[in-house]
């Protein structure tokens, strides 16, 4: 985080020196332009590192939300020329390359991390520290918001939620407890939320270092966001417009997020697809990419002392074979 004046909370690149090491241009990439999607460009952080440090890269600057594009845009104003912005979701965007035109990629990379600018200005609670109200959508436009899904949503359906996308251990008394509170009125903050969530855990939670309610909001971002689907979609849609040789970077934060990165990565690097139960390979298949990094990179002490918020940040990348 850089503490700018009116310009506070700009959003530290997490593991900045591993992405621009293992996704920089190389003798591989022809010598020429070397084309970058930053899929998740948030305020530009990993953009604007690539652009000054290499002059052939031109990147496409892709974001949902866009107060943080527009913030990209005036950071990335030198380098004007080498860089178009595109306000959707990297899904959408992956759809829509042909239509649009986009050149295929050498290099892409998502960082799947909020801003700190969302938790501390954006007013859409996004953190049970702030007491406002319940939206969290990265999309403004989207007709769903954490609000609904609190409100609305049947108990039984609440507290699926909270163990899937939450991995809550006590998703049911949370989910029962919101359920008897909005019989009164509406959940409509994120202060009224984690005064319910506080009271519905028992005491020996309360005391752990993750306060009880982080879990709880998680799902619910994830949820009013469709996170994990549209990862998926992301991926997908990414590696199919990657270059051969290209490389992909993945910045994870949480175990969900991860498990998704890691089984896409893992599928594509088997040499065969056949079914267990056949006794020979009859797809004569190959793998699809190599894996760069056996196992995730993660930040150093001083990157987490410097930026406690990395702390759960893991990179894997990998590289296209056909």
Known sequence: MVNEGSNRYIHEPVLLEEVVEYLKPSDGDGGGECVMIDATTGEGGHAEAFLSRFPEMYLYCVDVDPGQLDRARARLEPFAGRVEFFNLWFGSFFKECRSRAIRPPDRILFDLGLSLRHYEE???????????????????????????????????????????????????????????????????????????????VPAEYRRRAIHPATRTFQALRIETNRELDQLKEGLEGGFAALKPRGRMGVISFHSLEDRIVKLFFGEKNKPCTCPPELPMCQCKGKKELELLVKKPLVPGRAETQRNPRARSAKLRVVEKCV
């Open 122 to 200: 954006s007013g859409r609670g996004f953190s049970f520290r702030k007491d406002e109200p319940l939206d969290m959508r990265l999309d403004p436009s989207r007709p769903v918001s954490a609000r609904d899904i609190v409100n609305t949503w049947p108990e039984p359906k609440l507290a699926g939620l909270l163990e899937t996308c939450g991995e809550e251990r006590y998703a049911r008394r949370i989910a029962k407890a919101i359920a008897i509170a909005r019989r009164d009125k509406p959940v409509e903050t994120t202060g009224e939320l984690e005064k319910i969530i506080w009271s519905a």
